[in-house]
């Protein structure tokens, strides 16, 4: 491949004016390079092919689906396991995670990025502008709610949608702020927020589905929901007053459920004591009067021997009486003693009787 100094030296003597090679000596150069051989030139190619062939080898995880190109357009799904491809730039082949579920956030941000930390209130940096909703009764709250999705079409979804955080992020905020608009504000502050959230997750499935997104959203949560900050202490100080009047009604239910059963017992056996003292008089009087009236009748069939017996029966029970001062006089005695009233000892009775009662 070395130029022939000797011919050019005689070219240099002959031309004193020192002129460079002709074209002749440029051919019979090239002509040289070209028959000069590399050693190991076909190995080299075949390892070079080997490898490039090689590389169409490819191998989809269990938690992934294969979708081949060809030229850049759709060719094929291939499932789990060790697949071939025609190497690039003929076919290529993405493989994403169908089984994973991402997670999108709306309305704020977390300080970390990391998806597998779980979400801790605190630790985020609010956007307003996501965040802001008008309520259907002129009400402004801010609503922070996560997205959860994951891939059920790997076609639809890596084809049909240029931007598919983008798009998901359109589809949450239109639907949440349709809800939320149609929606009064205690509901989405108190007791609503899971018929919110069911709402808002069929309304976003049918717009993903309508831009055949090949997205299925998993869930809708509510992370944070409060008025703005301008007025969050007016609505602290309008809950602590429901929360006060639900505590006094449940006081005033409690005492009332207290209280109404001991008044209806307590009734309840006034009415039985009276009504059973009410019989027992009736009782006790009816059968008085039908002792009276047998006596009577008797007393009317021998009237001597009926006053003799109750005569004996009056002084049978005073007799009997322990209690009862006894003073037993003769008839001779009787007619000469003086009759005496004890009024001290009938007063004193009568005095201690009064301070029992």
Not at 43 to 57: D, H, P
Not at 218 to 234: E, G, L, S
Not at 254 to 279: F, H, M, V, W
């Amino acid at each position: 491949m070395n130029w022939d100094w000797e011919k050019l030296q005689k070219q240099r003597q002959g031309n004193t004016g020192g002129t460079p090679p002709g074209f002749d000596d440029f051919n019979e150069q090239f002509k040289k390079l070209k028959s000069f051989k590399l050693p190991g030139g076909k190995i080299v190619l075949l390892a070079v092919a080997l490898l490039w062939l090689l590389s169409g080898i490819y191998i989809v995880e269990p938690d992934e689906v294969g979708v081949v190109k060809r030229f850049g357009a759709f060719s094929r799904i291939t499932t789990s396991g060790p697949h071939y491809h025609i190497p690039y730039p003929v076919e290529s082949v993405l493989t994403p995670k169908v089984t994973q579920i991402r997670r999108i956030e709306m309305g704020f941000r977390s300080m970390t990025r990391n998806r597998s930390v779980p979400f801790r209130q605190g630790q985020e940096r609010g956007v307003p502008d996501e965040s802001l909703m008008l309520t259907g009764d002129e009400n402004i709250v801010s609503v922070q709610f996560i997205v959860q999705y994951l891939i059920k079409d790997a076609k639809d979804y890596l084809f049909n949608v240029k931007d598919v955080e983008a798009t998901i992020k359109n589809a949450a905020s239109a639907a949440m702020r349709e809800v939320i608009g149609k929606s009064k504000i205690d509901d989405a502050l108190t007791t609503g927020k899971q018929e919110i959230q069911a709402s808002t997750r069929e309304l976003m499935q049918h717009i993903l589905d309508l831009y055949k997104s090949g997205i299925s959203i998993v869930a809708v949560q509510m992370q944070n929901v409060h008025p703005p900050d301008q007025v969050v202490d007016a609505f602290k100080d309008v809950a602590s007053a429901r929360e006060d009047k639900s505590r006094f009604i449940n006081e005033a239910q409690a005492y009332s459920n207290d209280i109404l059963p001991k008044a209806r017992g307590q009734a309840a056996r006034i009415t039985n004591a009276a009504q059973a003292y009410s019989e027992a008089k009736i009782r006790r009087s009816q059968g008085e009067a039908s002792r009276f009236l047998a006596v009577l009748k008797e007393y009317k069939k021998a009237k001597d021997i009926t006053r003799r017996r109750l005569y004996l029966e009056t002084m049978e029970s005073i007799l009997s009486n322990p209690d009862a001062e006894k003073l037993i006089l003769s008839d001779d005695a009787l007619k000469k003693s003086i009759p005496y009233l004890p009024l001290d000892t009938v007063r004193r009775g009568k005095t201690a009787d009064t301070a029992k009662q």
